[in-house]
């Protein structure tokens, strides 16, 4: 906590703006502790600088945590460092708006596997446009450019985590479960946003035969439709590996009965496939 918080009347607006800070810093930079060190330094300069002509300190403190963010970001692209690390999931504790900016980053692993390819300015740009609604004009005075130059970040951003970028998932088998697990996550908790940034623009969920007549469509076309179907329903569904890749399984009564083949390319789920025939079902190696 910032000290003087009783006694500084910034010290209390700070104090209710860090849940905010945090939740942008950590989806800037991908790592908790990172987040932590931005926020802190925010506080530093505050407390440096005479704010009395601001009118909207929130929106100043979001513009010096983002300045902070790009700066470490590109002193971690100028080290040539490791993507960050990904952060572990933390169930929800009920700590209200605070415990929520902890989990700020929603869409979890998945998003970071793309985040980690982009440029510092694209991924600022993308996560204080899409993910905060911040205006471009206000983009582009924390990166040094114009308007034009931060929606075009912002855009090449986007391409790529809806899709566009190179292949993140294919070769690497803990990349691949990573989506998943994040997936199941945000059906779970019922986060549309989180599930349709996951998925292609173009992902077919396809079901077999046996799905059909349980119910379900023969395909699902398109990120929306997709993630409506998976928002929320994914309750009884468990991470497995099945046939040595990634997927969902469902058991009833202690019995296979459904099964989620997911494709992931590019960081993002191509397509998925649902198998309910039983033979099928049968002859599947399905572990988890």
């Known amino acids: ?31 908790p502790d990172e987040a932590e060190d931005a926020v802190q330094e925010t506080w ?10 601001v009118t909207n300190l929130t929106g100043w403190l979001t513009t010096v945590v983002s300045r902070v963010c790009l700066d470490m970001l590109r002193a971690r692209a100028a080290r040539r460092e490791e993507p ?3 952060p572990e999931a933390t169930p929800d504790d009920g700590r209200g708006p605070e415990g929520e900016a902890v989990l700020a980053d929603a869409i979890g692993p998945a998003l970071l596997l793309v985040l980690d390819t982009l440029t510092p ?17 206000e983009i582009a005075e924390i990166i040094g ?19 566009g ?20 996550r945000a059906s779970r908790d019922g986060d549309f ?16 035969a046996a799905g059909v007549r349980m119910g379900s469509p023969a395909v699902v076309a398109g990120a929306d439709a997709v993630a409506a179907t998976f ?27 459904v099964v989620f083949r997911f494709t992931v390319t590019g960081g993002t789920v191509t397509a998925i496939d649902l198998v309910a025939d039983p033979e099928t079902l049968a002859g599947l190696e399905v572990a988890g």
């Open 121 to 137: 300015a694209e991924r600022l740009a993308f996560v204080l446009h899409d993910m905060f609604a911040v205006p471009f004009l």
């Open 145 to 163: 450019g114009t308007p034009a130059a931060a929606r075009q970040l912002a855009s090449r951003g986007r391409r790529r985590v809806r899709g």
């Open 1 to 31: 906590m910032a000290e003087g918080t009783t006694a500084d009347p910034r010290a209390q607006q700070f104090e209710a703006a860090r849940p905010h800070l945090r939740a942008v810093a950590h989806r800037v930079l991908g790592s």
């Open 44 to 53: 530093v300069r505050l407390s440096r600088t005479d704010t009395s002509e």
């Open 231 to 257: 928002d929320g329903r994914a309750r009884h569904a468990r991470l497995a590996v099945i046939d040595g890749e990634p997927g969902l399984a469902w058991f009833a009564g202690g019995e296979l009965r």
């Open 84 to 86: 960050a690390e990904l």
């Open 165 to 184: 970028g190179t292949d993140q998932g294919g070769g690497d088998p803990a990349r691949r479960r990573a989506v998943v697990e994040a997936f199941l």
């Open 193 to 208: 946003a989180a599930l349709v940034a996951m998925l292609h623009p173009d992902v077919e969920l396809r079901a077999d």
